[in-house]
C-alpha cells in the first residue's frame, strides 16, 4: 500500500511539475511574441511618419500607450530613440514647413 501511494505522490508531483514547466514557456512565448508586436508597430509608425515629416498628436498619445505597454514587457533599446524621434516631429503638416 505504502508503495502505492508513494508512486501516485511522485506521479501527481511530476505532473504538476511538468505542465507548471510548461506554462511558463507558453507565457515566455506569448510575452515575446506580443514585444515582438508592439514593437513593429511601433517602427511602422515611425517609418511612415519620418517620412511625412510630422505626425499628429493623436498618433503620438497612441505611440505612448504602445510604447508604455512595449516597455513593461521588457523592450528598450532603439525603440526609445524613435519614440522619443516622433514626439520631437511637429503636429501638423504646416508646422514641418
Not at 3 to 17: G, N, P
Not at 45 to 73: A, D, M, Q, R, T
Request: hydrophobic share 35%; aromatic share 16%.
Amino acid at each position: 500500500m505504502n508503495f502505492i501511494l508513494k508512486y501516485w505522490i511522485e506521479l501527481l508531483f511530476t505532473t504538476i511539475t511538468t505542465s507548471l514547466i510548461y506554462i511558463f514557456k507558453q507565457y515566455i512565448g506569448l510575452k515575446n511574441g506580443i514585444k515582438a508586436l508592439l514593437n513593429n508597430e511601433i517602427v511602422r509608425i515611425y517609418e511612415l511618419y519620418s517620412e511625412y515629416g510630422y505626425c499628429p498628436s493623436y498618433i503620438k498619445e497612441n505611440v505612448e500607450e504602445i510604447y508604455n505597454s512595449y516597455h513593461k514587457l521588457g523592450g528598450n533599446g532603439m525603440t526609445t530613440t524613435m519614440v522619443n524621434k516622433l514626439y520631437e516631429l511637429p503636429n501638423t503638416k504646416d508646422e514641418s514647413k
